[in-house]
């Protein structure tokens, strides 16, 4: 079991999943339009933008010469606004759930992302740093 929030008083629970198999989940979103493309993979693929999680910075990440890696500064979720949605992703759609095995979980993200809206996304995304366009 593991903690969640809850009522004062009150001892919820939920279940957690201590045994693991990893989908990687890439997203693209525009903020302003709210077009999205994902891509749900079994191992990590190519990566152009960057945050500086331990992974992106590894001396064994091998990158190919047609690819250039842009990190953005540390500590800065700010600068990359699909952090968002993958809080969002997480917090209503893929915490506090066990999953049978890796096609279980493949079938659960892909489901979630399905969910999503173009609406959903331009606000989860939305940063003050992206202008909104005049669409019309």
Not at 4 to 9: E, K, Q, S, Y
Not at 17 to 35: H, I, M, S
Request: charged share 15%; glycine share 4%.
């Amino acid at each position: 079991m593991t903690r969640r929030w809850g009522l004062r008083g009150s001892r919820p629970t939920a279940i957690k999943q201590t045994e693991y198999e990893w989908v990687y989940l890439f997203g693209a979103v525009n903020p302003v339009t709210g077009d999205s493309s994902a891509l749900l993979a079994p191992t990590v693929h190519v990566v152009l933008v960057l945050d500086q999680a331990g992974w992106h910075l590894s001396k064994g990440l091998r990158v190919p010469a047609n690819i250039t890696l842009l990190h953005l500064p540390p500590y800065s979720p700010e600068l990359n606004p699909v952090e968002r949605l993958w809080a969002f992703l997480r917090s209503h759609y893929l915490s506090n759930r066990a999953y049978e095995d890796y096609d279980h979980l493949f079938k659960t993200c892909s489901a979630a992302w399905k969910q999503l809206t173009p609406e959903q996304l331009c606000s989860i995304c939305r940063t003050q740093w992206i202008p909104p366009m005049n669409l019309s």
